[in-house]
């Protein structure tokens, strides 16, 4: 069975550094999909990043990218200048073959100012 | 654009009574429609997914139903709430394409907060 590891209950960084989230995963299928859906307090989940499995490319949006392992099944977030606005909880997530998303138990991450 | 409703945001039931819960998405046809719960301090789990009107497809078995009456409509409901049923309760959307694996990105309503005393 699929399954997501974030190993990181919290982290915190502090504003305009850099940080990392880390998160594994296990699966038998070669071709799938990872996702960072962020959470702040309003507790919407916004989509944050998405990687092809295929692709050995990084995937980046702005501040956000990813590290992505695809023989060690990792997939870390990486947050640059830090702000108070990324104050959230962090889910990563696959998508298995019948799309549902199987999620990671989440990462707090705080800003300190 | 999509948009997804999600109502009521906060909803205080006492134990045994009923539950309605209601989502709906604008702007797409035809939706992959799931609904979430997440305990406090938890990720989400799946409880009910559907892929069109009248095809629900339940993740864990418990006191809970959902409903599609409409495309667009997805409902979760309980005859008797139970104090385990308290929680944070996310319905979300996806377009799927089942050659576009990569598309089904899930996007996520609001959320409904539940206290069941």
């Known amino acids: 069975a699929q399954t997501v590891t974030q190993s990181q209950p919290e982290m915190s960084v ?15 299928e070669s071709d799938y999909y990872l996702f960072w859906y962020k959470q702040p307090p ?3 989940m916004i989509l944050v990043i998405r990687q092809e499995a295929y692709k050995q490319q990084n995937a980046t949006e702005n501040r ?16 640059s200048d830090s702000q108070l606005g990324d104050a959230a909880m962090y889910f990563c997530a ?20 | ?33 799931y609904w979430y719960r997440q305990a406090a301090g938890r990720g989400l789990q799946l409880l009910f997914y559907s892929v069109g009107i009248g095809q629900i497809s339940s993740e864990v078995p418990q006191n809970l139903s959902a409903s599609r009456p409409q495309d667009r409509q997805f409902i979760l409901s309980s005859k008797k709430l139970l104090l385990s049923d308290s929680g944070f ?27 069941v005393l």
């Open chain 1, 42 to 44: 309003s507790r919407q």
């Open chain 1, 94 to 113: 696959y998508i298995d073959s019948n799309y549902q998303l199987i999620w990671g138990a989440g990462t707090k991450l705080i800003i300190k100012p």
């Open chain 1, 64 to 79: 956000f990218s990813v590290n992505f392992q695809k023989a060690a099944k990792s997939f870390s977030l990486k947050i």
């Open chain 1, 14 to 28: 502090q504003e305009a550094e850099t940080v990392t989230l880390s998160c594994t995963y296990d699966t038998s």
């Open chain 2, 89 to 115: 309760y996310l319905c979300a959307w996806s377009a799927i394409r089942r050659t576009e694996l990569a598309k089904n990105i899930q996007y996520f309503g609001a959320g409904t907060r539940l206290s």
């Open chain 2, 1 to 33: 654009s999509q948009t997804i409703h999600q109502w009521p945001a906060t909803l205080v039931q006492p134990v045994g009574s009923p539950l309605s819960l209601e989502c709906t998405v604008e702007g797409t046809s035809n939706p992959n429609l």
